[in-house]
């Protein structure tokens, strides 16, 4: 099984409601900010990973999200 796969099943099996389409991975950095409610706690383990490229992509929501 490959890994969207099993990452797809974690995700079900644990009730955590994810977006079906084609994954493409990427982090997203800011969505519905509002500043006047503080950033909530974020909790980042130590993992490391070899990046070959970034691209940088904004995202205008629309009527479809």
Avoid: C, Q, W
């Avoid at 099984?1 to 493409?24: A, C, E, Q, V």
């Avoid at 900010?33 to 974020?42: D, E, I």
């Avoid at 490391?48 to 691209?55: A, G, K, L, P, W």
């Amino acid at each position: 099984m490959g890994y969207i796969k099993r990452l797809r099943k974690t995700l079900s099996d644990h009730g955590i409601p994810f977006d079906r389409k084609r994954f493409n991975p990427h982090i997203t950095l800011v969505r519905k900010a509002s500043y006047n409610k503080g950033l909530p706690a974020v909790s980042i383990h130590d993992k490391e990973m070899m990046v070959e490229r970034i691209s940088l992509r904004r995202s205008d929501r629309g009527n479809t999200g």
